[in-house]
C-alpha cells in the first residue's frame, strides 16, 4: 500500500464549479500535512498547511481527519489559473521532517 | 533571499552513460534532500542530508546513484550507469526551522 494515496484525476470543471480532492495516509504516527500545487514543468510550491481544526485560504479549505487518515481540499469558485496538479503531501513521524508525497491529481479549469 | 539553485536544468544521455547534477541551497539551510519524480507521480526522496552527514538513504538505488554534500553547502548526485528508467524530474529541496521547504527548478534527465 502507498503511503499517501490520491485520485488520479484529471479533474475537468468549468470555471466557478466547487471541486474537492481527497487523500489518504498510511501512518498514523505522520505529524505534519500540506497540500502543493505543482505546474507543468514546474517544481512543487506549498499551497497550504492542513490542521485538524480545517483551514482556509480564500477560495481554499483544507481539512484533515487523524481517525480516518484522511485529507481533503476543497477549492470553490475555481478560475482558469486553478489549472494545476495537487499533491497530497505528509511528514513522516521520524525526525528530520521527510515529506512524502502522493502522485498528484490534476485539475483542468475550462472557459 | 535568493532560492535553490540546480544545473544543468536538462540532459540528455545514452543509456549506460554517466550523468551528475548539482544543487546549491539556500544559504544556512542546513537540510538538503534530493528527489526523483517520475512523469505522473509525486517525488520520491532519494536522499537526505542533514550538514554534509546522510540521515536518510533508505530509497536510493546505491549501485548506480551516488550523493555527496561537500562542506554541507553544495550537493551532487550522480549516475553510473543511468538506466532508461532513471528518466524523471530530479529536484532538490532545502529546509530550516520557521522557512518553508523550498525546492530548485529541477533537473529533467531523459536516458534514450
Known amino acids: 500500500r502507498k503511503e499517501v494515496e490520491q485520485d488520479p484525476g484529471p479533474f475537468n470543471v468549468p470555471e466557478g464549479a466547487t471541486v474537492a480532492f481527497n487523500c489518504t495516509y498510511s501512518n498514523s504516527a505522520s505529524q505534519s500535512f500540506f497540500w502543493y500545487r505543482q505546474d507543468c514543468r514546474k517544481e512543487p510550491k506549498l499551497l497550504m498547511s492542513v490542521y485538524s481544526s480545517g483551514n482556509e485560504d480564500g477560495r481554499f479549505t483544507a481539512q484533515l481527519n487523524r481517525a480516518s487518515q484522511y485529507i481533503s481540499l476543497l477549492i470553490r469558485d475555481s478560475k482558469l489559473s486553478d489549472s494545476a496538479t495537487y499533491l497530497c503531501?505528509?511528514?513522516?513521524?521520524?525526525?528530520?521532517?521527510?515529506?512524502?508525497f502522493g502522485a498528484g491529481t490534476r485539475l483542468a479549469v475550462h472557459p | 533571499e535568493a532560492g535553490v539553485a540546480q544545473s544543468p536544468r536538462y540532459k540528455i544521455i545514452e543509456k549506460r552513460q554517466s550523468v551528475a547534477f548539482w544543487c546549491n541551497p539556500i544559504s544556512g539551510h542546513a537540510t538538503l534532500y534530493w528527489y526523483q519524480q517520475i512523469l505522473g507521480q509525486g517525488p520520491k526522496l532519494l536522499i537526505q542530508?542533514?550538514?554534509?552527514?546522510?540521515?536518510?538513504d533508505s530509497q536510493l538505488p546505491k549501485d548506480r546513484f551516488s550523493a555527496e554534500r561537500l562542506k554541507g553547502v553544495d550537493s551532487t548526485l550522480k549516475i553510473q550507469p543511468a538506466k532508461l528508467e532513471d528518466s524523471a524530474v530530479y529536484l532538490c529541496a532545502t529546509w530550516s526551522e520557521g522557512v518553508d521547504y523550498t525546492f530548485g527548478s529541477g533537473t529533467r534527465l531523459t536516458v534514450v
Open positions: 542530508f542533514q550538514n554534509n552527514g546522510v540521515v536518510d
Open positions: 503531501v505528509v511528514r513522516g513521524s521520524g525526525g528530520y521532517n521527510k515529506l512524502i
